[in-house]
């Protein structure tokens, strides 16, 4: 049977080798990035290659009319979402919205992780979409988009341990796992897929509680916020963080005093995002 040593070696000589099978982005996601990329491109492009895949233009249309982006006339086509949302935000949402579609898996257990994790990403991507809001200089939509990444180094760790049985029969010994390794495989991943620094930084860093910067907030501070928020009450390890000693919420201008951010007031935005992923 192969040690937890084993296993995390083999992990990592994988990832250093480049042999480690990572996740590939959807075709559709890669096209659209590439084309919003190109300075003489133009939303009639982009609308064509969305329209390839009826079921996410279907969700497009349904997120432009949804109330995080209504205007005051219904959107029933792709070039109308285009046009009211502009190129970049439509390829973070593109990309958005096809991630849930790569966390599956054949094996029931790890399917049922993979659920759980996609479900954990959905809620720090509302809190940190609606965190952006209050941050000058920051994107609610990447920020969106960052909290939906943050912990894809999940993904190569679950589909692995597919192979593995003396993982599946050890929860507690997998989480310690993912815990071990989520950060730097899903800073590898976001790599490999060409993305921007910031959203490779988010992946690797995100729990690094004693990580501090110059200047104002980050997308690495805001998911990190967002991250610990959505562990409040919950058993996991980081739901027993000292908020204080935390330099993300001081440069997020939060409370520290208490143990649960107010987000009363952008709990409805919160819901709406939530819904777009459901």
């Known amino acids: 049977m192969e040690t937890e040593e084993d296993f995390v070696h083999e992990l990592l000589e994988d990832l250093e080798s480049g042999q480690l099978q990572l996740p590939t982005l959807p075709e559709v996601a890669l096209r659209v990035r590439e084309v919003v990329d190109d300075e003489n491109a133009n939303a009639s492009?982009?609308?064509?290659?969305?329209?390839?895949?009826?079921?996410?233009s279907a969700r497009l249309i349904q997120v432009g009319n949804s109330p995080l982006y209504r205007g005051r006339q219904e959107i029933d086509r792709l070039s109308m979402v285009i046009a009211r949302l502009g190129n970049k935000l439509v390829r973070n949402l593109v990309t958005s919205q096809v991630m849930k579609q790569m966390f599956q898996a054949t094996n029931d257990v790890i399917d049922q992780r993979l659920r759980a994790v996609w479900e954990h990403s959905v809620q720090v991507a509302a809190i940190a979409r609606a965190l952006a809001g209050q941050s000058p200089g920051i994107l609610p939509d990447q920020a969106m988009l960052a909290g939906l990444l943050h912990d894809i180094g999940t993904l190569p760790i679950l589909y692995r341990a597919e192979e593995h049985d003396e993982l599946l029969d050890n929860p507690d010994l997998l989480d310690q796992l993912i815990t071990r390794l989520h950060t730097r495989i899903g800073g590898a991943i976001l790599k490999h897929w060409k993305f921007p620094e910031t959203l490779v930084s988010v992946a690797a860093e995100h729990e690094d509680l004693s990580r501090t910067h110059d200047g104002p907030a980050d997308l690495v501070d805001i998911v990190q916020v967002a991250n610990l928020q959505s562990h409040?009450?919950?058993?996991?390890?980081?739901?027993?963080?000292?908020?204080?000693q935390v330099s993300s919420f001081h440069r997020l201008g939060l409370d520290v005093d208490v143990h649960e951010i107010e987000l009363t007031d952008v709990a409805e935005e919160i819901d709406e995002v939530q819904k777009l992923f459901a």
Do not use: F, R
């Open 45 to 56: 492009q982009i609308a064509e290659i969305i329209a390839q895949d009826a079921a996410l």
């Open 232 to 244: 409040i009450d919950s058993d996991h390890p980081l739901s027993q963080t000292d908020w204080t």
